[in-house]
């Protein structure tokens, strides 16, 4: 039987030891191996997710420099054939259109119009003061505001409701 040896020290002796331990000490023992293997595990992950980007960037990159050199092989092919051939060199298409970024129309809606509302005061027949201005209610107004059921003062302009508190002018 071989002997397997661990860090220089032989599998059976480690054994040995692990048996002669408390169970506590196994137990620890045993966290202990699987924390590492844990460890182990997590760092293998991310040392292979870092080659793999490593790997795309620099493929990324040779792709880059590929394209760029035959772009500059390009140009200069380009550039002595217009020299050779003598033709005049035809104005750049590269230049982009520079488009312009669509206009945000912003469209303002109108503000709703509220109706003036004036607040009127439930006035009683008997009760014919002006509770603004204090003048006596004349007998139109007391007319108007029982035919009409609302009337303002002759006075100050105040409105004056029969009925309900609020009518719209
Ligand atoms: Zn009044």
New binding site residues.
Partial sequence: MSEVFIFGVAWEEIVNWFATQPLYGQILVLIGVFAVLALAVVIVYFVLKGVAYLVYYVLKGVFYLLKGIGLLFYKIFEGLYYAISGKPKPESTAVEEQQAPPQVIVVKEPEPITPVQRTYKTVQSDVAF??????PFSDSMVQTLFNKGFVF??????GYQANSTKIES
């Avoid at 002006?130 to 003048?135: A, D, I, K, M, V």
């Avoid at 003062?153 to 105040?158: A, D, E, L, Q």
């Fill in positions: 002006c509770s603004e201005c204090g003048s003062c002759i006075r100050c302009g105040h």
